[in-house]
């Protein structure tokens, strides 16, 4: 156990169980000195006492529940909500690791969208052997429908939320692209308010990049995706409705944008045009931020028993006459097997090297290297390909003989359908546990708006692995979240 | 700009609270009449009868009945989710805690001394909401609907109930309606205050009538309930850009007009069931217009040109 040097007797008690190990630690160096961007952090906490920070994490809590900032617990009819559980302690992101990072999504979100643009159409980078043709085909996200559609502007991905983890060495990698409908940003937004509201005396020590752009920043993006002929687009925010577990966000976007938030049945399309039906009549309706999943959209081309979608809203998209964010389709680009091309493909379409490294990973359906993988499932991590939100996931490291013997199994069975990585020691940052201050894993999901320009809000979701020692950060397993700063220059 | 989903919704949550108000005060006034069971008093069973409901059990808690208290206030608070992003956060907390108070009290096994309590609490509840509609809620386009809804479902109930005392002492001379009868009717439509204060105690069928038909003030009055009807109608026509004038309007400004003009000895020597059950009708007519013009419409009558 190290104890940071230099701690005054009151603190050394909150840090008492504070332990450094091989994880690169967001506070402290390997000396135990606090790093130079969080040594007024530090001096904070030291100056603290216990039932104040408790008091804190209550008036916290609190804040969350009254603004109703909760998620929808499934399969309780008396509406049950929870609130993702929140750490007091920001995280800290110097500017100069920041500009890196905006490079880097910058760099890897173009490449992206170029990659989409061409396994559509021509594919050229399939035709040249870069990326292979059945890995693409194959791909449960892959949408034939959408072979040779014209996308407004070529973006198909406009809204991103990458995962990105802290290795040993301090350097950031990116462990997975979130290109579908990826969620969390009110998180992000409230967090900051919540800080603000308890801690608005460190919050004044530091000077931290303000977040609450991000509604008018996500406004002005969709606006660039409108059909061109539309003057003034209608927007609108499309969700599956109450009974989704992020309803809360899908409201709390609408709202910040100040545009309707609907739900399929009030959509309606005619003549390739989609409106929505409202006291005053018919409107028509421009692009829409849809929160639902590619499978849902619309009945007539996709599942054909969704009540969440809207009959013929692929053919009116197709027609032009309406634009989606994101486009349908782009799940075959965060396919965690095409995620290990990449780099492959950043370099194919930029002729750059990748400024953000991937993590190393291991395609399943090459023989030597799924021999190595079955050999070595008790240290890495396995995972399905099309799933997130941790799950379809093995830990090699925290899992039982029972649990590998079954994904060794589903490997054999459908070795595309899983990848394995090495199993990742990433960074770990001070939270407050009720008792002091442990370190716990946490990784970064900054959100990424591409219209007519790239825009971020500084900073992102920071997720933690509430329990001691876990890896998995994940809102639906048992994960939590931090306040990010990203400090000004 | 306000989604016809929306407009749904908000509709019916003021018309299942008003329904749920209604069968509340109806069950209290009966159990206060010292009869908790029904079929022992002619009151107390007429006030059942207008619910189409038999026990005090039954109106309160069945779910399977649609205007028992809990199925109404249920159905409210589902509508209340599903446009939760459209009303304050007080009027859904308001919404939610009578909802669970009213399912609270279902689940309690030891019910017997209790269901007075349990009507005055919703009926204090509903009007707690009504209050913080109010004050927490612009009054726009979705604020109408919320009050068409309210008045429609109380125009229709007040004269259903009235219907009931009225036709029955007309045609059964033997079951000849004394004045507990009518003090009950006024007490189910909280108006036995406000009637004395107008007319003194003597409480006379006619009288009693027309207050509940024909006070311009009384707000539980079929008159007042119109009066709120046209005007919330007027509001939304307006609000969706809609010219004056359309159906719903010109059907409730009919009925409005009626209740202004009409003569409680005409309606009365006349035919008065008859005419309290065409404002029951006409009613319906009004719900149906209002659904077709905002909410229902079919598609090729919408389609911009």
């Not at chain 1, 027609?319 to 389709?329: D, F, R």
């Not at chain 1, 830990?395 to 199993?423: C, D, M, W, Y």
């Not at chain 2, 406000?194 to 009384?218: K, M, Q």
Request: with cysteine; proline share 4%; aromatic share 8%.
């Amino acid at each position: 156990m190290t104890v940071p040097p230099s701690a005054p007797p009151s603190a050394t008690e909150l840090f008492a169980r504070y332990t450094l190990d091989r994880a690169y630690d967001e506070i402290f160096d390997a000396a135990g000195n606090a790093r130079p961007h969080c040594r007024a952090l530090v001096e904070a906490l030291r100056g603290a006492s216990l039932a104040e920070l408790r008091r804190h994490q209550t008036e916290a809590d609190r804040a969350f529940l009254t603004q109703g900032i909760t998620f929808t617990v499934y399969g309780d009819d008396a509406g049950t909500e929870r609130i993702f559980p929140y750490d007091l302690l920001p995280r800290i992101i110097t500017a100069a690791e920041w500009a890196t990072i905006e490079r880097g999504l910058t760099q890897r979100l173009t490449a992206i969208n170029l990659f989409l643009r061409d396994i559509y159409h021509e594919g050229r980078i399939l035709a040249e052997g870069i990326v292979p043709r059945e890995l693409v085909f194959s791909c449960r996200h892959y949408r034939r429908e959408m072979r040779g559609v014209h996308v407004n502007r070529g973006i198909y991905v406009s809204i991103a939320g990458t995962d990105l983890v802290r290795l040993e060495d301090g350097r950031f990698a990116v462990l997975e692209d979130n290109l579908r409908v990826p969620s969390g940003v009110s998180y992000m937004l409230a967090n900051r308010e919540v800080m603000k509201r308890v801690f608005p005396g460190l919050f004044a020590r530091y000077s931290v990049r303000p977040v609450s752009t991000y509604g008018q920043d996500l406004l002005a993006t969709l606006r660039t995706l409108a059909p061109p002929t539309r003057i003034d687009p209608t927007i609108v925010v499309l969700t599956p409705g109450v009974g989704n577990s992020a309803y809360f966000e899908h409201a709390f976007l609408a709202r910040e944008m100040g545009v309707a938030l609907v739900e399929g049945r009030d959509l309606l399309t005619h003549d390739n045009i989609v409106y929505m039906r409202t006291t005053s009549g018919l409107r028509r309706i421009d692009v829409i931020y849809r929160r639902v999943d590619d499978d849902f959209l619309d009945p007539l081309a996709f599942r054909a028993d969704s009540r969440l979608g809207v009959p013929g809203l692929l053919n009116a998209y197709r027609a032009g006459n309406v634009s989606l964010a994101n486009a349908i389709g782009t799940g075959v680009a965060d396919d965690k097997a095409i995620y290990a091309y990449i780099p492959a493909i950043i370099r194919f379409y930029l002729s750059e090297e990748p400024v953000l490294p991937n993590v190393h990973t291991y395609l399943l359906q090459q023989p030597s290297q799924r021999q190595y993988v079955l050999d070595h499932l008790d240290e890495l991590v396995v995972k399905a390909v099309g799933e997130s939100g941790g799950y379809g996931m093995l830990i090699g490291p925290h899992s039982t003989s029972v649990e590998r013997a079954a994904f060794r199994a589903k490997i054999l069975a459908e070795p595309r359908n899983f990848i394995a990585q090495p199993t990742l020691t990433f960074s770990r940052a001070a939270c407050f546990t009720g008792d002091g201050f442990e370190p716990r894993h946490i990784d970064l999901r900054p959100y990424l708006l591409y219209g007519d320009r790239m825009r971020f809000v500084p900073g992102g979701l920071t997720r933690v692995a509430l329990r001691r020692g876990s890896l998995v950060v994940n809102s639906s397993q048992g994960g939590g979240s931090k306040d990010t700063w990203v400090l000004q220059d | 700009m306000l989604l016809s989903r929306v407009a749904d919704g908000l509709y019916w949550i003021a018309r299942y609270l008003e329904r749920a108000e209604h069968t509340a005060r109806l069950i209290g006034v009966g159990l206060d009449l010292g009869l908790g069971r029904a079929g022992t008093h002619a009151a107390a069973d007429r006030l059942h009868a207008s619910l189409g409901l038999s026990d005090t059990m039954v109106a309160l808690f069945d779910l399977d009945h649609r205007n028992s208290v809990a199925a109404c206030v249920t159905a409210a608070r589902e509508n209340g989710r599903q446009v939760r992003d459209e009303i304050s956060s007080d009027m859904w907390e308001q919404l939610n805690a009578l909802f669970l108070g009213v399912r609270q009290f279902a689940v309690n096994t030891d019910r017997d001394a209790r269901p007075g309590t349990l009507c005055r609490s919703v009926i204090s509840g509903i009007h707690l909401f009504q209050g913080i509609t109010d004050a927490t809620m612009g009054h726009a386009e979705g604020w109408q609907y919320l009050r068409a809804g309210r008045f429609i479902e109380r125009a229709g109930a007040t004269a259903g109930l009235l219907d009931r005392f009225v036709s029955d002492g007309e045609t059964q001379p033997d079951g000849r309606l004394d004045s507990v009868d009518w003090v009950a009717l006024l007490r189910a439509c909280s108006a036995l205050e406000a009637y004395c204060r107008h007319y003194t105690a003597d409480v006379r069928p006619e009288r009693v009538t027309e207050f509940l038909l024909l006070s311009g003030d009384f707000p539980r009055s079929v008159r007042f309930a119109a009066a709120q009807l046209e005007s919330a109608l007027r509001e939304m026509a307006r609000a969706s850009g809609r010219g004056a004038g359309g159906r719903a309007e010109r059907l409730v400004g009919r009925l409005h007009a009626s209740l202004d003009y009409g003569q409680v000895d005409e309606i009365l020597s006349d035919d008065p069931h008859g005419y309290l059950a065409g404002i029951g009708r006409q009613c319906a007519l009004i719900h149906t217009s209002v659904y077709q013009s905002y909410v229902t419409y079919s598609i090729e009558s919408a389609i911009p040109a």
